[in-house]
């Protein structure tokens, strides 16, 4: 098993995100590279500059060198920035980074809480 951490960004620093992010912040196996959200009040960037953590109202300054990301976290539940993500990805030629979608973060604090969470995301848009 590699001993190199987990570099994540995490798109969305809204509710939906910060249970995880906080989560992640704890874990010593995992390197945060950034998080993005329009708003920079999202209480996830909050938490990430308490972290000293590169924060961006434009999740585009977080891909310029996508190919460093192991995982790529998206809690916004918008079928755009989705899809914007992978198009990025696609373009680039990235084909190491994961996008990891918001069911399956929701699924992770649903088991961290032992019961379900609600999330915004469809999967009819998966």
Do not use: W
């Given at each position: 098993?590699s001993?190199?951490?987990?570099?994540?960004?995490v798109?969305?620093?809204?509710?939906?995100?910060?249970?995880?992010?906080?989560?992640?912040?704890?874990?010593?196996?995992?390197?945060?590279?950034?998080?993005?959200?329009?708003?920079?009040?999202?209480?996830?960037?909050?938490?990430a500059k308490e972290?000293?953590?590169?924060?961006?109202?434009?999740?585009?300054?977080?891909?310029?060198?996508?190919?460093?990301?192991?995982?790529?976290?998206?809690v916004?539940?918008?079928?755009?920035?989705?899809d914007?993500?992978?198009?990025h990805?696609?373009?680039?030629?990235?084909?190491h980074?994961?996008?990891?979608h918001?069911?399956?973060?929701a699924?992770?604090?649903?088991?961290?809480?032992?019961?379900?969470?609600p999330?915004?995301?469809s999967?009819e848009?998966?």
């Amino acid at each position: 098993m590699s001993s190199n951490p987990f570099k994540i960004v995490v798109i969305g620093g809204g509710n939906a995100g910060l249970e995880l992010l906080d989560r992640l912040f704890k874990a010593d196996f995992v390197e945060i590279l950034g998080v993005a959200d329009t708003n920079p009040q999202a209480p996830g960037i909050l938490l990430a500059k308490e972290h000293n953590i590169p924060v961006t109202t434009n999740m585009n300054d977080l891909l310029e060198d996508s190919s460093q990301i192991d995982i790529l976290i998206d809690v916004t539940g918008i079928k755009e920035v989705r899809d914007s993500l992978r198009h990025h990805m696609q373009e680039s030629g990235n084909h190491h980074t994961v996008i990891m979608h918001e069911r399956i973060s929701a699924l992770l604090i649903s088991l961290f809480n032992g019961m379900m969470v609600p999330t915004k995301a469809s999967d009819e848009f998966y």
